[in-house]
């Protein structure tokens, strides 16, 4: 399969622990993007990279979150002293820059925060 | 104001019917338009992305409206396997997406 993916898939942690969440882009792919979705709502945009560099993050991104993609390959997002309000899914998604900003998303990190 | 809104539906609808609702845009500025299609506890799936001068992939068809600010996706021949949320998708530096429209096409 040579699409996104994200480990873990499911993730249960007890609040005030730190979590991180890892992605692999499609391997062609220099754009990495993380969202968080909520229950009802569409996809919430967090941050975003072009290639190793952190483009963009959302005012939604509190202290405690931090992402990294160090080589320009896979990326992880870290949470820090979880908070419940931290429960949602975390999805990836990536796109090649100048190709139309079609986004493939992966399969996505359900968080749940007790 | 959130930037982009949708009809949440749900639109329940009969096999072979045909079903159309909209989404609304705020910024004006908004360079390029998707609809992505989500099914239950899954990761959204890019449907079509949508052209100034409309455009077809199938049973799908996609319109925008720049003057007025709006999108709309036509179903045609609805199947089953059409169930899901259909969630619209404005990029001006970054996707925005709305809540979804729901759609239940039933036997």
């Known amino acids: 399969d040579t699409g996104v993916s994200q480990d873990p898939r499911h993730k249960i942690t007890k609040r005030g622990q730190n979590v991180t969440f890892r992605c692999d882009p499609i391997s062609e792919h220099n754009r990495l993007y993380w969202y968080r979705q909520t229950l009802g709502q569409g996809p919430e945009f967090l941050t975003y990279?072009?290639?190793?560099?952190?483009?963009?993050k959302s005012r939604l991104l509190s202290d405690r979150f931090s992402a990294e993609r160090p080589k320009g390959s896979f990326s992880t997002l870290e949470i820090q002293r979880t908070e419940q309000g931290d429960s949602a899914m975390y999805l990836c998604?990536?796109?090649?820059?100048?190709?139309?900003?079609?986004?493939?998303f992966g399969p996505g990190t359900r968080l749940t925060v007790t | 104001r959130k930037e982009v809104e949708q009809d949440p539906g749900p639109f329940n609808v009969p096999e072979g019917a045909t079903v159309a609702f909209n989404c609304t845009y705020s910024n004006s500025a908004s360079q390029s338009f998707f609809w992505y299609r989500q099914d239950c506890r899954k990761e959204p799936k890019l449907l079509m992305s949508v052209y100034s001068s409309g455009n077809e992939d199938g049973r799908f068809t996609a319109q925008l409206n720049r003057a007025s600010q709006y999108i709309s996706l036509l179903i045609r021949d609805s199947k089953l396997s059409d169930s899901a949320t259909y969630l619209c998708v404005v990029n001006k530096d970054k996707l925005s997406f709305g809540a979804g429209t729901t759609v239940t096409v039933r036997a």
């Open positions: 998604a990536s796109s090649l820059a100048d190709a139309g900003d079609e986004q493939y």
């Open positions: 990279f072009q290639n190793e560099a952190q483009l963009e």
